[in-house]
């Protein structure tokens, strides 16, 4: 009993001291300064919170939060008030943006990709696909990896006759909406099986959670296709493939393809960032990357923590996209980043 | 006469006292029940009844129905409990009756770790370790039971198997650790009168276990409630495909998984409703599943010994 | 003599199987642990108790925040659930026959089976809506809801099981009603309930889902109730989904960290239970 006793106190004890912080851990506040919470996309959040901790670095009293529930979520969070900022790898749609208190900016901050990911032992080559193979596959019309449509884009490699095991997310998610928006402009067929939304009803397939859950089932599944953003392939060293982009040509993911894809979406670049650059002109362009969004109400109704995120998304789009390419990120172009800056001015600081 | 109204005050005030608790802890079920209701009127309005009984599950067409998850729900949570109950009855009955007392305190705890692990542990362990193994299982089923329904489907490992092995290993600790506490409550003189009429070692536990039957099924329904509602372990295991099937090959889909995975997400009133309405399904279910198991504890504390309550407090006063 | 033969023989095959039943619950136990503290134990250092999370690409770091925001959640929940679950508990057994004793244990179970999630939800909807912000309040809530029926419902089996001729006794030496329970039925029971509170400690110490929306998590520092705070089960569900091999190494260690504290509050439980048996045993 005794010893209960002292555990208990001593539980107590350490939660009643008020933030007597542990000595020398970077991003430790100096006291009182501003603690700002953000919710939204799991795919960007390597990045951010490289950010926030470099920021937070430069500016020791600016303590930014932020928890990846989803870009649903975040948005939802957004409208609700409950944090300060989303962020989003879809942009909002007209009717999530009627119930904001204000309007919403969007401000895109890196680009991302999503690739095709496979499980195939015996093969040493990169797979090549192209949009309509894919979405087949998807839709479950393919569904052995020796099928001739496979076999004729990959002559040389030795197709088994496994069947192909499609793995797709399990819960709502950005990533979803990028490949699915992908499908659906190069299928017919898919947009008008399956559409384009966040969370989608599958034709055939298992749902794994999250971007590392999609790639565990991969890796542990043979005859696995799925489909993860790229940082995740990367990090985790699985085999993607290349996919055909408008061009006609074979592009495999990667920092400098999409890029291009970007590139070529610049010029048509909507005031309100609100675009999608999947299957994009270009030859060099990766045809599934996407924008990832920040998103601000634009008259906020904490002006301090307007200004301090201000400042912060101006260093976000200047000093802090040269974190974007080890992370796996695209930075972005810049004809985009100063049509951001002065998007910012809108939001109203007083 | 002093002693009688003091002695009255004191069982009023001591009655109210903890009936206020009781109270808010209906309470409390109660406004859950309201808030899940006023959350899914949309769907509710659109639906109706059908929502129990469409197959179909698609966001993009706005087409939501719950059975498929009420499929997958049932089906795992009560293969779990099969698969459990007797290892965990096995396992009080072992610690509380057969094992030497130096042994007992390890095994206690060994089985109380069971209950610390956390759920995303064992669903990572579940995707890592588990799945594979399964796997290997359906890969090496002969052909001839491939035939039979119930193990028919590609070996993907992810599936019903695998989450009801899951969900059976975490229940485990809570069900045998409360069927243990209840049957060391059974008093000493009832097993000594068992041995003094010559029973065997198994007819004393028997009898034991008869005494303390109203504690050892709540100690199992309390597993088959912590099996409906278990969410991140299953969500990793399970394929997360919402079908209806008997297959324990195929992947499938739980009420607690969708509304996980989906909750998030959920973009659209009538989505996000239709999602509220599965958490309300759910919630429904555990009413019915807590209905069922008390009118068969109802049955069988019909033969238990009434104690006493009011009438001797009454007469003592 | 048959019959007598075949009873001792199902007894020992009975006594058996309960044996190997002991043995196939603690088969996937020594896997999962294996697993974990292989997984884990190489990036369990000091820094990881004392340091906060270090962004991507600098080594080192720590859950130390995650570590004191777990003990904060549950202590908040515990504060919540201990003595609502036990009254109740008290209150069912005492008065068993009556409406409210059955509406209370319905409506224990009832809550029992209600996923984390949609309890998460709740607790959304009444304290972070009108609040307008995430907090370890909610987060204590949230878990404190999912503990009261495990506390009740063991409570209440437990105080049931105590022969009524304690009850009795103490009535009959003149104690009140309310002395009577609190002072000889409930430490009856006591060592049990111990259990119960326990497999509810053990139970909400892992749980992700209700913290979700609402303690959020918190990268830095923080022991304000009201603001969102970092949780162990948080911070490796954060780091396990993400890409990175050292995030992966964090969340075992993590994950490690959570299932030694839940242990170690199991044994000093046990011991505290141990010694109070012994106290009543001799008594």
């Not at chain 2, 092995?165 to 009832?190: C, D, G």
């Amino acid at each position: 009993m005794r010893i209960l006793s002292i555990v208990c106190s001593a539980v107590l004890a350490l939660s009643a001291c008020s933030g007597s912080p542990p000595q020398q851990s970077s991003g430790m506040p100096t006291g009182g300064g501003a603690a700002i919470n953000g919710a939204g996309a799991t795919f960007p959040q390597p990045i951010y919170s490289k950010w926030f901790a470099e920021y937070n670095k430069l500016h020791p009293d600016v303590r930014i939060n932020y928890q990846p529930l989803g870009s649903g979520a975040g948005i939802r969070q957004l409208l609700a008030g409950t944090v300060f900022f989303g962020a989003s790898d879809q942009p909002m749609k007209d009717d999530q943006m009627a119930k904001a208190p204000s309007r919403v900016l969007h401000l895109p901050t890196v680009l991302g990709a999503v690739v095709p990911v496979y499980n195939l032992s015996g093969i040493s080559e990169e797979l090549k696909f192209t949009g309509p193979l894919l979405a087949d596959i998807i839709l479950g019309k393919v569904n052995k990896w020796n099928d001739p449509a496979v076999a004729k884009l990959n002559p040389a490699a030795k197709l088994p006759p496994t069947d192909i095991a499609v793995v797709h997310r399990s819960e709502g998610s950005g990533t979803t909406f990028v490949w699915a928006d992908y499908l659906a402009k190069v299928s017919p067929d898919f947009k008008n099986t399956v559409g384009v939304d966040s969370s989608l009803k599958w034709p055939v397939g298992v749902g794994g959670k999250g971007n590392e859950g999609v790639a565990a089932l991969v890796r542990q599944t043979p005859g696995a296709l799925g489909y993860i953003e790229l940082v995740w392939a990367l990090q985790n060293k699985i085999a993607f493939g290349a996919v055909q982009n408008a061009a006609g040509k074979f592009v495999k993911a990667s920092v400098d393809s999409v890029t291009a894809a970007a590139a070529g979406a610049a010029a048509n670049m909507p005031a309100d960032f609100r675009v999608s650059i999947t299957n994009a002109p270009g030859e060099e362009a990766y045809p599934i990357a996407s924008f990832t969004w920040l998103l601000f109400l634009e008259n906020p109704q904490d002006k301090t923590q307007a200004r301090i995120m201000a400042e912060f998304a101006r260093w976000a789009l200047t000093d802090g996209q040269k974190y974007a390419r080890d992370l796996g990120y695209a930075p972005l172009p810049q004809t985009v980043v100063d049509m951001e800056l002065k998007a910012l001015e809108q939001i109203r600081l007083q | 006469m002093i002693r009688r109204f003091f002695g009255r005050r004191d069982e009023v005030l001591f009655r109210s006292a903890t009936g206020v608790f009781a109270l808010l802890v209906i309470a409390g079920v109660i406004a859950i029940g309201v808030a899940l209701y006023r959350e899914s009127m949309l769907s509710i309005r659109e639906f109706g009844f059908q929502f129990w009984q469409t197959d179909v599950w698609d966001p993009v067409a706005g087409e939501f129905g719950a059975k498929p998850f009420i499929w997958g729900t049932l089906y795992s949570s009560i293969l779990a409990l099969l698969i459990s109950t007797p290892i965990a009855l096995g396992i009080a009955v072992y610690v509380s009756e057969l094992c030497p007392p130096a042994l007992r305190r390890t095994l206690v705890f060994l089985t109380e770790l069971l209950a610390a692990i956390p759920s995303i542990v064992y669903g990572l362990w579940g995707i890592f370790v588990l799945v594979p193994f399964v796997r290997q299982i359906e890969v090496a089923t002969p052909e001839w039971m491939k035939v039979i329904p119930l193990f028919s489907g590609p070996p993907l490992g992810v599936g019903m198997l695998s989450a009801a092995l899951i969900l059976a290993i975490m229940v485990i600790p809570f069900s045998s650790a409360v069927a243990r506490e209840v049957l060391r409550s059974v008093p000493q003189a009832q097993r000594e009168g068992a041995y003094a009429l010559g029973a065997t070692r198994w007819e004393a536990i028997r009898m034991a276990l008869f005494y303390a039957r109203t504690g050892i099924v709540g100690a199992v329904m309390l597993g088959f409630g912590r099996a409906l509602g278990e969410t991140m372990a299953v969500t990793m295991v399970i394929g997360n495909n919402p079908q209806v099937t008997w297959s324990l090959y195929a992947p499938q889909y739980t009420m607690a998984a969708v509304l996980a995975n989906e909750f998030a997400e959920a973009s659209g009133d009538l989505y996000l409703h239709a999602l509220v309405e599965i958490g309300l399904v759910l919630f429904i279910l555990t009413l019915i599943v807590n209905v069922i198991s008390r009118m068969f504890i109802w049955s069988m504390a019909a033969q238990r010994p009434r104690v006493f309550r009011r009438s001797a407090l009454k007469a003592a006063a | 003599m048959n019959r007598n033969r075949w009873r001792r023989a199902l007894s020992g095959t009975i006594l058996v199987l309960c044996g190997a039943s002991v043995v196939v619950a603690l088969v996937p136990l020594a896997f999962i642990l294996f697993y974990v503290v292989s997984q884990g134990i190489a990036s369990l250092n000091v820094a990881f108790f004392t340091q906060l999370p270090k962004p991507v690409g600098e080594p080192g770091g720590g859950m130390a925040n995650a570590i004191l925001g777990s003990l904060v959640v549950t202590g908040l929940a515990a504060v919540l659930a201990i003595p609502i679950g036990i009254m109740s508990g008290i209150y069912a057994a005492e008065y068993t026959g009556t409406r409210l004793a059955s509406s209370v244990r319905f409506a224990a179970d009832t809550l029992n089976g209600v996923p984390s999630i949609v309890i998460g939800v709740f607790v959304y909807t009444i304290a972070v809506l009108p609040l307008g912000r995430f907090s370890a309040l909610a987060g204590g809530i949230a878990l404190g809801i999912m503990m009261i029926p495990l506390i009740m419902r063991t409570t209440e089996e437990l105080l049931r099981l105590v022969p009524s001729t304690l009850r009795e006794g103490a009535l009959a030496l003149g104690a009140t009603r309310g002395r009577a329970v609190f002072t000889v039925v409930v430490p009856a029971a006591l060592p049990g309930i111990l259990t119960g509170i326990l497999l509810a400690l053990a139970r909400i110490a892992g749980e992700t889902a209700p913290l979700l929306f609402t303690a959020l998590n918190n990268r830095f520092w923080s022991t304000d109730i009201t603001q969102p705070i970092s949780t162990l089960t948080v911070q490796v569900f954060t780091y396990a989904t993400g890409p990175y091999a050292e995030w992966h190494q964090q969340a075992w260690a993590g994950a490690l960290v959570l299932v030694t504290l839940v242990l170690i509050c199991s044994l000093l439980a046990r011991i505290a239970t141990a010694r109070m048996e012994r106290l009543q045993r001799g008594s």
